[in-house]
């Protein structure tokens, strides 16, 4: 590994044998303070997640969705713990509109998060459950300094969401947005948590929080019944992987985008990517041609697993992958389409033990502050992940009852070749950008050998549809330049933009412990002993 730091950084990576890497710094120290106490990865990842809900409610809470990859010290096993839709929701529930609503309750799914933190501890934890709630229950109760960047996605979240129910009276107590720096309490999402940590989660799905919700739902026009609620499962699955350079990168299979980021490492792996810099203008076109592919074919045929007419195994084919390389110009942008195989879409955070076990954690609310809907009395914010649904007859990701919908949120993972060794947990939040993030993260560890603050501080670009390439302010323009010459249509964000590029965390196994990166994009920070 490359220790330099060949990026403009305000951080260094940081060394230990006990590690966790978050946005926001509260919630990465009640993580390490788990480790510091004996608990393992997932005991340190249940907690620091269970703060970012307090601490970061614009991009979580307890009305997320969640999603999970974990190695226990011996093998990587995969959580989905995204919802599903009410059972009323038939495609005719939406006749007339032109997209699924993208604000209110007919935008939410049954949310997932408690079910994975309950899922994740009962599983692999190892403290008791009130222990690792406690960091998350005292900052809501008496209350926590807002960290800068939240401070912006507040405010701009209110400037949208302050009509949605319940959002003013929860998010704006004084009329208006908590400013940075400002002491911010949340005394009835504590009690919430309380209640939570009593029942282990069956409050939620069955008790008094669960009347609670579906009580809102039906007075703001809502399909969610408790029958939704109660039928809701977290589901321990078997990741998807393909192999890339001297690893396999593994993902969690569809309803999410996890898949787009193996398709393009497969198409990648044949090109011989370290004949050029890493910041060249030939592996970034390369890199860019094989997302634009793979998003096309993600676009198209990914949805509910169970729904999906083609599986993960035929879009990962080697035979598959072979054509659809084709479709990549070393010289020139290109358009492509979706293909045809043959059947044979937040916060995010990491976390390591001296003891092996690594975890890689993603939980959100999808768009900003999700649907903007709060039930009045508990501090729940309800996602928005129902806007993820199509409304295209016949398309695998068509919305259905009981369906999961197409997820942005994605925990990324490394191991050898073989699945005997972890080498990398890592992650980039940010809508669309995390499968495109995920890409870039795991070239430039991979293959080009640089340390993980490296990664997470290098400039990045993503694809937005056709040619357009949309790059940070800090992009080099000699290689924006060398891009536009092959035909992509370069886009530079103005320097004000707020997390379009996403916000990466990565712990990466080192020679004796792990070496952690935390994006300088957002407020977070490796924590480590």
Known sequence: MNFDLPYPSSRSPVLGRNMVATSQPLAAQAGVAMLARGGTAADAAVAAAMVMTVVEPTGCGVGSDAFALYWDGHKLEGLNASGRAPMAWMPDYFAGQKAMPQRGWNSVTVPGVVSAWIALHDKHG??????VAEPAIRYARDGFSLSPVIGVLWQNGANQLAAQPGFADHFMPSGRAPRAGELVKRPDLAATLEDIVATRGDTFYRGTLAEKLTAHAALHGGAMTMSDLDAHRADWVTP???GFRYAAVHEIPPNGQGIA????????DPFDLESHPVDSVETTHLMIEAIKVALADCER???DIETMRV???DLLDADYLAERRRLIDPKQAGLPAYGAPRPGGTIYLCAADAEGRMVSFI???????GSGVVVPGTGIALQNRGAGFSLEDGHPNQVGPGKRPFHTIIPGFATTHDGSAPI???GVMGGPMQSQGH????VRVLAYGQNPQAAADAPRWRVTGGRKVVVESTFDPELAEGLKALGHEVIVETPDAVFGFGGAQLIVCGEDGYVGGSDPRKDGQVVAF
């Not at 190892?126 to 222990?131: G, K, Q, T």
């Not at 939980?363 to 502050?369: A, D, I, T």
């Not at 890409?439 to 795991?442: D, K, Y």
């Open 126 to 131: 190892r403290l008791p459950l009130d222990v």
């Open 363 to 369: 939980q959100s609310n999808y768009m900003g502050f």
């Open 439 to 442: 890409l870039q993260m795991a």
């Open 261 to 268: 980021t193996l398709i393009a490492l497969g198409l990648l």
């Open 301 to 303: 045929h990914v949805g």
């Open 424 to 426: 990398m947990s890592f």
């Open 240 to 242: 998807i992987s393909t």
């Open 311 to 313: 599986s993960p195994d």
